[in-house]
């Protein structure tokens, strides 16, 4: 046994791969799913997911070609569920920046079990969320008028100071950057699984993704620096991209939405919200593809109490902001949160009051954050939470300035259809890609392995 | 001042003619890289299943220059942000909104920092792709393990003084598990 192993066990540091596993044995584990014939359970649960996207897909048409008359959307609330859906997709998104690219910058080695399916969750969800917004503008085929390209019509551009076009930038800018992150980590993994392929197809198909990686050192070395500083240029591109979504509230002139907390209080609930997906992914990964070795207890213990304490943050900003409204004297702005909680979506304010704030409390206790049942429901429980975050800051449109022109939004069948078509949507992304490409990032792993210390030579 | 130096850009070169020596630990092929830096086989390589660190100081390779390249391109991004909106909206197509100012810049700082970070992070990878060779879909492997678990040691033919016996020799009496000379014409 190394020094450094025995500190390990001196101070109780938990491995971060168990089961004493080898180098080899890393590479078997996390390439099986992808090479066996997939289960029962994973059709099953892939056929649904294809269903429901399809149905989407369908209705999605249907909406284009009659109009958006068919969502509840009307004057005053024009925002509706498309952009409730946006905010909170993109939100998911963040959790795998932070867990790829900020503690990547903190030398978190625990990061390597989960940073790999993390990440794929960003980008399927960012997908997801930019569907939303080119859905949203009502008339998709003109989405490109968003960017600024030379024209026809004279000297005609965009207006930078808008913050559509901000959103346009940030989320373009975030989801390239996170895509190319991703698949740099992916491409030496995928050239050990067209290694093991055994197929031609398959090695033929693994030949492309992987672009022909060899394994050399020298690319190795160029690889590992351009991972660390696509870490630290996605670490604020994390931060920019959530505190542009709040900018197209917070530098509107409404009250309750013309706030400086927005920023921080919008990338808190990112963090959060996108936490609890990846323990309502990572819960089901483990157990479906048999990786408890690799996705350990202690993993899902951290980002429980990762959870517990964005909750907290959040918690905070929903009591700054009542507060903050009261010490303003605003009368418009303590009025649009006394509506808020008491007013005809009061009941959303408290769903979002308690998935948000009180049930991430339960991990205050060892044993519920080691409670695989636990925070599996804690976790969905706050993804609940946190659309009905973003709903509740939406209905603020419901009563404004002027009472006379006050309205209730009343959600459509359409706009429920389009609340589950992006899980249907999301979903199928994932499954898919769960088959294709390794849930685990096979070579960071290795290097986090007690092997590496000479353990068990 | 610390400049950029031509050797940090080095380059993946092609595997055609050598000799591979395959090692079972991360522990051999540190002590196989120093060997051969010892031994001044220029250009030798080492094939990684994952990065094993402190590999670059065994081999002799400088830290990698693609941060300049990130600096660089950041900076171009920078410009090309703060130029394309004054350009628009003070020049070409000016619009008096309530009386603000034609470059109202302050509005101009969430686009600047996006095409930063773009273009730094796209340039940079696109040079990581440049040094890497990739991508290249008909590479030959030299051997599906070396992906895996096991780690290999290459000493090209065109390395300074090399003698194939006397190679495989060294290789071998470095511990390497498997010797094999690869040559163009028993290529796949």
């Known amino acids: 046994m190394s020094l450094a192993q025995a500190v390990r066990d001196k101070l109780d540091i938990p491995d971060l791969v168990t089961g004493g596993k080898s180098l080899k044995d890393v590479t078997v584990d996390i390439a099986k799913p992808n090479e066996d014939f997939p289960t029962k359970l994973w059709w099953n649960t892939f056929l649904l997911v294809l269903t429901i996207t399809l149905i989407d897909v369908a209705i999605i048409g249907y909406l284009f070609y009659e109009g958006l008359y068919l969502l509840g959307i009307n004057n005053p609330v024009g925002w509706g569920f498309f952009v409730v859906n946006f905010v909170f997709w993109i939100g998911i998104g963040h959790a795998g920046t932070l867990i790829s690219a900020v503690l990547f910058l903190f030398r978190q080695g625990w990061r390597t079990g989960i940073n790999r399916a993390a990440e794929a969750m960003t980008i399927f969800a960012v997908l997801v969320a930019a569907s939303n917004l080119i859905l949203h503008v009502g008339r998709p085929w003109l989405g490109f008028w968003l960017f600024p390209y030379p024209n026809e019509r004279g000297p005609l551009w965009v207006n930078f100071r808008s913050p559509l076009i901000w959103d346009t930038f940030a989320v373009s800018t975030y989801l390239s950057i996170s895509m190319v992150f991703w698949y740099l980590g992916l491409i030496p993994d995928l050239a050990t699984l067209r290694d093991r392929a055994t197929e031609t197809w398959r090695k033929n198909l693994y030949n492309v993704l992987s672009f022909g990686w060899v394994g050399s050192a020298r690319s190795w070395s160029h690889l590992e620096i351009v991972s660390m500083i696509l870490a630290a240029l996605s670490t604020p591109l994390v931060l920019s991209v959530h505190t542009i979504v709040s900018f197209d509230f917070a530098v509107s002139i409404l009250p309750g939405w013309h706030t400086t907390i927005f920023p921080p209080y919008f990338v808190a609930g990112a963090i959060f919200s996108g936490f609890a997906m990846v323990v309502t992914l990572m819960v089901i990964a483990r157990e479906v593809f048999n990786l408890k070795n690799y996705i350990t207890m202690k993993h899902l213990d951290n980002m429980n109490k990762i959870m517990m304490v964005t909750g907290l943050i959040v918690g905070l900003a929903y009591g700054t902001e009542f507060f903050i409204a009261w010490y303003s004297g605003n009368e418009y702005e303590v009025f649009a949160f006394w509506n808020r909680a008491f007013g005809p979506y009061g009941w959303a304010y408290f769903i979002m009051i308690s998935c948000n704030v009180l049930s991430p409390q339960v991990f205050w206790f060892r044993k519920l954050r080691y409670n695989i049942p636990v925070m599996f429901v804690a976790s969905l429980v706050v993804n609940v939470g946190m659309w009905f975050e973003r709903f509740v800051i939406m209905m603020t449109l419901n009563r404004d300035f002027l009472p006379s022109s006050w309205a209730m939004y009343t959600p459509t069948l359409f706009d429920y259809a389009m609340l589950i078509g992006t899980f249907g949507i999301f979903f199928t992304l994932f499954l898919l890609w769960c088959r294709i490409m390794p849930v685990i990032a096979i070579a960071e792993v290795k290097t986090v392995m007690p092997q590496k210390e000479g353990a068990h030579h | ?188």
């Open chain 2, 1 to 188: 001042m610390y400049l950029p130096k031509l050797e940090q850009f080095h380059k993946y070169k092609e595997m055609d003619e050598g000799v591979l020596g395959i090692f079972e630990t991360p522990e051999a092929i540190m002590h196989a890289a120093e060997k051969a830096k010892e031994k001044d086989y220029k250009g030798f390589d080492c094939i990684l299943p994952y990065p094993v660190h402190g590999i670059d100081e065994a081999m002799g390779t400088p830290r990698s220059g693609l941060p300049w390249v990130t600096f660089f391109a950041g900076i171009f991004g920078c410009t090309i942000g703060i130029l394309f909106q004054y350009l628009t909206h003070a020049h070409d197509w000016p619009l008096n909104i309530s009386g603000k100012s034609l470059n109202a810049w302050f509005a101009y700082v969430p686009i600047i920092f996006e095409l930063t970070v773009f273009s730094a992070g796209i340039y940079t990878v696109a040079a990581l792709c440049f040094l890497s060779g990739i991508p290249k879909a008909t590479r030959r492997i030299l051997h599906p393990d070396l992906t895996s678990h096991r780690f290999g040691l290459w000493i090209p033919k065109s390395a300074k003084g090399y003698n194939e016996s006397e190679v495989v020799s060294f290789v071998k009496g470095l511990g390497g598990a498997e010797v094999t000379v690869v040559k163009p014409e028993n290529q796949k």
